[in-house]
Structures are given as C-alpha cells and as structure tokens.
C-alpha cells in the first residue's frame, strides 16, 4: 500500500509563490498526481509526474523526485480563487494502478 | 469521449436505513473504478476500488459494501446507516493497466453529499 503525508493547512498571499510539498511510500510507484478541490466540489486534475524532474503549466508547477519519495507543487502569482483544497495522489502499478490520495493541503490565499 | 454519472447529487437518511448510491461510466471499457469518502475539511479516503466485473477490494473495514454488477457500473451500498457514515461521497474511474508514462488520471464525477440523522 501507500503512505502519503502533506501538509494539513498553508497560509499564503495574493500575488506570492507557494510550494506545497508531499512525501510517498508505495511498493509499485506508477505516477504521481496533483488535484485542485473546492469545497462542496469532486477534485480536478492539476498535473501528472512520473519522471524525476519539473512539470510545468502556467502558473502550476510540479516536482517529483523518486528516490526521494517526494514531489511539490508550487503555484506562483496566488490569486483568491487559487484558495482550495491541494491533493497529492500516488498511483501503484502493483495494484491495477488504483490511485491513493493524501489528505489534502487546504490552501487559504489572503489579500 | 468519456464521462461519469453519480446520483444523487444529496441524500439525507436515518439511522439505520439502506444505502444504495450508483455510479456509471460511459465512453470506455474496463474501467478502474474507485469510491471515495470526505468528511468534511478532510481528504480523500478510499472506500473500494475494482479492476474488473465482480472485482472489489476494501480498503477500510466499515459497515458499506460496493459491487460491481456490470463492467462500467459500480455500487455503494449499506444495510444500516451509522450516524458516522456522513460525508461527501465521490465515484471515480481511471484507465486500467496503463504502461509507465501513461498519464492515467481519475476522473471524478459530481459527488454525493449524504447526511445520516
């Protein structure tokens, strides 16, 4: 199975960068993702890593290191909407490729 | 394309009542099918997945069940509701047995939001 850790709450500022980080353990690692969840809404998909390095989209970026267990997810110029709910999901080749997710970071953006 | 049906949208239920909440998918074949719970201001905790027809593996010992009746439909299902089995309720699906580098992500549908009183 997976055991994944991110942080519970982040605090940050419109217009400011910022990193929200995840660690993973799993047996058959197969790809790493990140959603973005409103309240009272189903997630949607940010990005995907399966190779170590720098995924970018706008102004959404995600990191994976695999010998590290470890991936962020960094958002620059933070706009009010940006304020949701972040979470980190690993997918386990070993397992049909079942999709696991952390608890989330909730993310709150103050002016 | 593909696209993902989950209802209902709200339920409010007693204590001790059945439970069916239904989830289908359209568009594709041999679908990984997963139920998720949410309480509120909490993350995603999986409930069942399923690689195939008549296929389920739990992942939280609980008093629901899911089945898996047909390849794109998936079922949640209780004989007696618990107070504690309010949450967000979410169906997802994602490709099976993808190779490395395949970006098989899930896709969720609407959520049912259920409340035991």
């Known amino acids: 199975g997976q055991n994944i850790d991110q942080p519970t709450e982040m605090t940050a500022t419109e217009g400011a960068i910022v990193q929200i980080n995840c660690t993973y353990q799993t047996s058959g690692f197969n790809g790493l993702f990140w959603y973005q969840q409103h309240a009272g809404e189903a997630p949607t998909f940010l990005s995907y890593?399966?190779?170590?390095g720098l995924e970018e989209k706008g102004r959404f970026s995600s990191f994976l290191s695999r010998s590290k267990g470890y991936s962020y997810l960094l958002l620059k110029e933070l706009q009010m909407k940006d304020s949701a709910s972040y979470l980190c999901a690993v997918r386990d080749g070993n397992a049909g490729n079942m999709l696991t997710f952390g608890g989330g970071t909730r993310l709150m953006v103050k002016p | 394309s593909q696209t993902i049906h989950q209802w209902p949208a709200t339920l409010v239920q007693p204590v001790g009542s059945p439970l069916s909440l239904e989830c289908t998918v359209e568009?594709?074949?041999?679908?990984?099918l997963y139920w998720y719970r949410q309480a509120a201001g909490r993350g995603l905790q999986l409930l069942f997945y399923s690689v195939g027809i008549g296929q389920i593996s739990s992942e939280v010992p609980q008093n629901l069940s899911a089945s898996r009746p047909q390849d794109r439909q998936f079922i949640l299902s209780s004989k007696k509701l618990l107070l504690s089995d309010s949450g967000f309720y979410l169906c997802a699906w994602s490709f099976f047995g993808a190779f490395v580098g395949m970006n098989t992500e899930a896709f969720f549908g609407q959520g049912t939001r259920l409340t035991v009183v």
């Open positions: 890593n399966v190779l170590d």
């Open positions: 568009g594709t074949s041999n679908p990984n």
